[in-house]
């Protein structure tokens, strides 16, 4: 377990919550592989239920319904991203640039299964989902759209995006381009260039874009700050997910 695991103020688990905890994990394991394999609409509460080796009633006992069941999963899987944006952020201040952030959150969606699966899920399902997260996950919804334009925020009184459009058309664009690579297919038949090649020109996308030339002070003096916020959410990703799986 990392220290980003394990956000300050978290309390030990007796013996009991311990138990329950790797066996919502389990329940959570199940479902992640369900959704990879089948899409949300094809992953039945009883599939997973098998999957796990417990029985319907008992994965009720951790998540009401199967809204509750699957957010959850897509909370873990957006704490792991952050967990691995903020360690990169950490390493290399430079990494909280919107070019490069965007090849980080490319890859890490690539290679992540659930993240690919909800990319690709259709969108009554997706809305469904939407739909019940402001009802099940309390503020979440809330910190999520706070840390978007935070980033954004910082980046501008450092000097480090451009600033001639409004904040939120400014994040609206981004993730556009970002959705618009994930989603599209190759160029021409056999001329898809690699993962890393497309993460590549993404990055130089965004740069040319959204970037100003700004020196590396002021990147340093804004990583502390956009890992903060990410920190942020990290944190209450964590919580939320926390609270699902014991309630």
């Known amino acids: 377990m990392t220290p980003l695991d394990t956000p300050p103020g978290t309390t030990s688990m ?11 994990e389990r329940i959570l394991d199940a479902a992640a592989e369900l959704l990879a394999a089948r899409g949300y609409r094809g992953a039945a509460v009883e ?16 998540f009401a319904t199967k809204e509750a069941l699957f957010l959850t999963v897509l909370m873990r899987s957006q704490r792991r991203m952050t967990g691995r944006l903020i360690e990169d952020m ?20 690539h290679h992540d299964p659930v993240a690919r699966a909800v990319l690709t899920a259709d969108s009554e399902s997706l809305d469904s ?10 503020d979440l919804v809330e910190t999520r759209e706070r840390v978007a334009d935070g980033y954004f925020e910082v980046l501008r009184t450092h000097g480090l995006v451009r600033a001639d459009s409004p904040l939120r058309l400014q994040r609206h664009a981004f993730a ?14 056999g001329e898809e260039p690699g993962v890393e090649a497309r993460a590549g020109m993404l990055a130089g996308v965004v740069r040319s874009a ?11 003096a804004a990583a502390p700050e ?13 919580e939320e997910i926390g609270r699902q799986k014991l309630t």
């Open 14 to 24: 007796t013996p009991a919550e311990a138990g329950r905890d790797r066996r919502a």
């Open 47 to 62: 599939d997973v239920a098998r999957r796990a080796g417990v029985g319907r009633g008992t994965v009720h006992l951790h």
């Open 90 to 109: 950490r390493a290399d201040p430079a990494a909280v640039l919107p070019g490069e952030l965007a090849r980080s959150a490319y890859l890490l969606i």
């Open 129 to 138: 989902l939407g739909r019940s997260a402001p009802a099940l996950t309390g």
């Open 176 to 189: 556009a381009v970002l959705t618009g690579f994930l989603l599209s297919g190759p160029a021409a038949p």
């Open 210 to 220: 959204f970037e100003t030339p700004a020196g590396p002070e002021a990147v340093r």
């Open 226 to 238: 956009v890992i903060a916020l990410c920190r942020s959410l990290h944190d209450r990703l964590h």
